[in-house]
């Protein structure tokens, strides 16, 4: 499997950044997917009914939000793995330190299979202009 993923070129505008002015490219994203639609994807790539998959999809969601709430991480075959990291201030000891005023936010993080991660590198990239109605250019080799 070889992706192709538009990217778009943007300035960095920050004046007090070393690199201000630097060209950079990001990810032309499209839109997002949402249940329905995988529901739709998942039942043309299986024998499985559209109704079906939404009742699964809401179950898996629903037990892995409260699995990694509670501490777990969650492997999923062929992607990677869920789990949750934080981000804490530090005290000098550890009597001070208390987890309620320390830890300042809880995010979500995947830690990417190897197959995932061999495929990510076949992915191929092409760079689309937003301002002008351009084709886009071929892919980079």
Not at 1 to 16: F, H, L
Not at 22 to 30: E, M
Request: aromatic content about 6%; overall charge positive.
């Amino acid at each position: 499997m070889t992706g192709m993923i538009d990217v778009v070129p943007y300035q960095n505008n920050n004046r007090k950044s070393d690199y201000f002015g630097y060209w950079y490219f990001r990810v032309k994203l499209l839109p997002t997917i949402v249940s329905d639609e995988l529901a739709n994807h998942i039942a043309s790539d299986s024998k499985i009914e559209r109704a079906k998959v939404l009742v699964i999809n809401d179950a898996v969601n629903k037990q892995a939000r409260e699995l990694l709430c509670n501490g777990h991480a969650i492997r999923i075959p062929h992607l990677g793995t869920l789990k949750l990291g934080i981000s804490s201030g530090g005290t000098a000891t550890s009597e001070e330190y208390k987890a309620g005023n320390c830890v300042k936010n809880v995010h979500l993080v995947l830690v990417p299979d190897k197959e995932i991660k061999e495929a990510l590198k076949r992915i191929k990239f092409r760079k689309v202009l937003t301002e002008k109605k351009e084709k886009p250019t071929p892919p980079e080799p």
